[in-house]
C-alpha cells in the first residue's frame, strides 16, 4: 500500500472534520488563500501537499482540473475531492470558479513563489493583450473618432483609481497637440460642476477599469444622454454599456501575476494620441514646437 492510498485509508476517519453548517457559512467569505492558511496545520499529510501546492501557484489554479492536480501532488483524487469538502467547498470545480472571478474583478490572487517559466508566460500573455487591443482598435472607426476628438471645443479626460494614471498620460500626449484637455476628478474635487457644461461641442475619454468606484455606472448613464462625444475605454468585466455611448474601446487587463496589466492600454493610448496627431499633422507640429520652445525658455526639461 502506497503513503497516498494510507493516508487517503485513515483520513476516511477524519471525515467527521468535515465543517459543520454554521463553520461552512463562516467559510464562505473567506478565499482560498485565507482558508488553506487557517487550516494548514490541521490537514492530513497529503491534504497538505496539495494545500503548500496550492499556496505556491495560485496564479495557476483557474488552469487546473482535480485530475490535473492529483497528478501534480502525487496524490489520490478522493483526497483531493475531501481537502476542498473539508475547506468548505462542495468540490474542486466551485474553488477554482471562487478563483476565476476574483481575478476576473481584479483582485490580486498572490502566489508564494513564481514559477520558473513565470518571465515567458508574461511576455506570452502581454502579446495576446496586445494583439486583441489592437484588434478592438480596428473595430471602431478611428479615422472619423480621431477628427472628433482633435475638433472638439474642450476634451475632458475621466478615469478613477488604477486608471487615473492611464488619464494622466493620454492627457499628457495630447497637450502636446492641442489645447483644452484636462483630467478629471481634480484631487478633492467633485465632478458635477466640471460636466455640467458639457455641450455638443465637447468631447469625453473616460477609463473605466474593473474594480471600478460605486457611482460609475451612474456617471456612464448620465454620459450616454450628454451632448457630447464620448469614448468609452474599459476591460471585458463592464458588460452594461449605456445606449448613448457611442464609442467603446475594449482593452485586456489579463495577467499572469497578481496584479493586472496595463500595458495593452497604455498602447492603445499611443496610437489613438498618434491618430490625432495625423488628423492635423501641420497643426500637431506648430503645437509641438511651440511647447518643446517653452520647455526651452523655461529650463524645465534637461538633456535626457
Known amino acids: 500500500m502506497t503513503q497516498a492510498t494510507r493516508d487517503d485509508s485513515s483520513a476516511s476517519a477524519t471525515d467527521s ?21 487557517h487550516h494548514l496545520e490541521r490537514l492530513t499529510p497529503n491534504e497538505q501537499r496539495i494545500a503548500r501546492f496550492l499556496l505556491a501557484h495560485q496564479d495557476e489554479l483557474a488552469l487546473y482540473n482535480a485530475a490535473e492536480l492529483s497528478r501534480l501532488t502525487h496524490v489520490s483524487k478522493a483526497t483531493v475531492s475531501r481537502l476542498f469538502r473539508r475547506l468548505g467547498y462542495q468540490d474542486f470545480r466551485e474553488a477554482r ?23 515567458q508566460r508574461h511576455y506570452e500573455q502581454e502579446c495576446r493583450n496586445l494583439r486583441q487591443a489592437l484588434a478592438a482598435l480596428d473595430m471602431l472607426d478611428m479615422e472619423a473618432l480621431g477628427r472628433t476628438l482633435a475638433n472638439a471645443e474642450r ?11 492611464l488619464a494622466l498620460h493620454l492627457r499628457q500626449q495630447l497637450l502636446q497637440l492641442r489645447g483644452q484637455v484636462a483630467v478629471l476628478p481634480q484631487p478633492g474635487q467633485s465632478l458635477g460642476e466640471e460636466v455640467a457644461r458639457l455641450s455638443a461641442n465637447d468631447a469625453v475619454v473616460i477609463f473605466a477599469m474593473r474594480r471600478r468606484p ?14 457630447c462625444t464620448v469614448l468609452l475605454v474599459c476591460d471585458d468585466s463592464l458588460s452594461e454599456i449605456p445606449a448613448g455611448i457611442e464609442h467603446v474601446l475594449r482593452c485586456p487587463l489579463d495577467s499572469v501575476s497578481a496584479f493586472d496589466s496595463y500595458a495593452a492600454a497604455m498602447s492603445q493610448i499611443n496610437l489613438l494620441a498618434t491618430r490625432l496627431l495625423h488628423d492635423d499633422l501641420v497643426a500637431g507640429r506648430s503645437q509641438i514646437r511651440r511647447v518643446t520652445d517653452t520647455f526651452e525658455s523655461l529650463e524645465e526639461l534637461g538633456d535626457g
Open 17 to 37: 472534520e468535515m465543517p459543520s453548517r454554521a463553520a461552512a457559512a463562516s467559510l464562505a467569505g473567506q478565499s482560498l488563500h485565507q482558508r488553506l492558511t
Open 97 to 119: 470558479d471562487q478563483a476565476r472571478s476574483l481575478r476576473h474583478a481584479g483582485v490580486p490572487v498572490v502566489s508564494s513563489t513564481p514559477t520558473p517559466d513565470h518571465h
Open 155 to 165: 476634451l475632458q479626460i475621466i478615469g478613477f483609481r488604477n486608471a487615473y494614471p
Open 214 to 227: 460605486q457611482g460609475l455606472a451612474r456617471l456612464l448613464g448620465w454620459l450616454g444622454q450628454a451632448p
